[in-house]
């Protein structure tokens, strides 16, 4: 991983990945360990972020753990997330087809531990 950009990273927005403490502090081991590098949502949620957006991603406890950064972004339906960004995504699988009229953005993600 490169170095943090220069930027204070107080002063950027905070999230978290998954839908609780316990999914959002094994995501963010994945982040920081190098393992989860792109995430997805449902284009229906609106935009999420853009590239070059620096943002800090928070652990299960919301402690700041790591500054990311948006590097890439496609739009593809579900059913067309291949192999390769499922493992990005640090899915064990590619996604199911039962999706297959839905639409995801997805984002390849660059991270920086924190240093404080």
């Known amino acids: 991983m490169s170095?943090?950009?220069?930027e204070d990273w107080r002063s950027l927005?905070?999230?978290?990945?998954?839908?609780g403490a316990e999914?959002?502090?094994?995501?963010?081991?994945?982040v920081v360990s190098?393992?989860?590098?792109?995430t997805c949502w449902p284009?229906?949620?609106?935009p999420q972020t853009a590239i070059g957006k620096r943002m800090v991603m928070l652990d299960g406890a919301g402690r700041p753990r790591a500054v990311?950064?948006?590097?890439?972004?496609?739009?593809?339906?579900?059913n067309h997330v291949d192999a390769r960004f499922a493992h990005?995504?640090?899915?064990?699988?590619?996604?199911?087809t039962t999706g297959a009229g839905r639409?995801?953005?997805i984002s390849p993600v660059a991270a920086n531990s924190l240093r404080t």
């Open 88 to 96: 990005d995504e640090a899915q064990a699988t590619a996604p199911s």
């Open 68 to 78: 990311i950064e948006t590097v890439e972004l496609n739009q593809r339906r579900f």
């Open 3 to 6: 170095e943090p950009p220069d």
């Open 34 to 38: 190098g393992t989860k590098t792109a």
């Open 103 to 105: 639409t995801a953005t």
């Open 23 to 30: 999914l959002a502090e094994a995501l963010a081991q994945l």
């Open 43 to 46: 284009v229906s949620d609106g």
């Open 13 to 19: 927005e905070t999230f978290s990945f998954g839908d």
